[in-house]
């Protein structure tokens, strides 16, 4: 094994490890916290449940159970989509932002403000091996929308050229299912 993939396993080891950690302060299981911030960086296209299936990699019946956990302990509420039938979309109640205000991510970010190394870099292969593994597994990449092949930036603001919706300026920052890479090679 590479020093890289030891380094990788080890992060990914610790990382779950504050997730445990940070989902058991509120009685929760890891799955429910991983939900609630994947639901903070969705976009409308991506707030539903399949999505969120097809994110973590786990069972429609899962994400249904977590789901109907999060909204009964009023951290999530529901909002029925006015022009997809059944479609349901969710987000974060101002309980469940507050649980996320201290949550996991906060301590690597604040590891990574401390770090004097090339942030940038250090994205762009990250980035790099992510996708090429997702590939490598068949998932969705789940990219930005600002930097998808299906992006438009018009005189009018910015429109998905994929289902000719306009997207407000805070959905073209967030991630979505249907993403695709802008060019071959792309990270
Ligand atoms: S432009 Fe791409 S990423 Fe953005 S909403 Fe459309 S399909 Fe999704």
């Given at each position: ?160 050229g994929l289902t000719q919706e306009a997207l407000a300026a805070e959905q073209t920052v967030r991630i979505c299912r ?10």
């Amino acid at each position: 094994m590479s020093q890289t993939s030891l380094l990788l396993e080890r992060l990914g080891a610790l990382i779950q490890q504050s997730v445990r950690e940070n989902a058991a302060q509120h009685g929760l299981l890891p799955i429910h916290i991983q939900v609630l911030h994947y639901l903070t960086r969705a976009n409308r296209y991506s707030d539903i449940p399949i999505a969120i299936a097809e994110y973590f990699g786990i069972t429609r019946g899962t994400v249904s159970q977590t789901l109907a956990l999060l909204e009964q302990k009023g951290l999530l509420s529901k909002e029925r989509d006015p022009h997809h039938g059944k479609r349901v979309h969710f987000q974060l109640t101002p309980a469940g932002e507050m649980i996320l205000r201290e949550s996991w991510p906060k301590r690597i970010e604040q590891a990574l403000s401390e770090m004097p190394a090339d942030i940038a870099g250090l994205d762009d292969a990250l980035r790099r091996l992510l996708l090429t593994l997702q590939r490598l597994n068949g998932q969705r990449p789940f990219g930005v929308c600002q930097q998808c092949m299906h992006f438009l930036n018009e005189d009018n603001g910015a429109r998905c050229g994929l289902t000719q919706e306009a997207l407000a300026a805070e959905q073209t920052v967030r991630i979505c299912r249907e993403w695709a890479a802008p060019e071959p090679g792309f990270v």
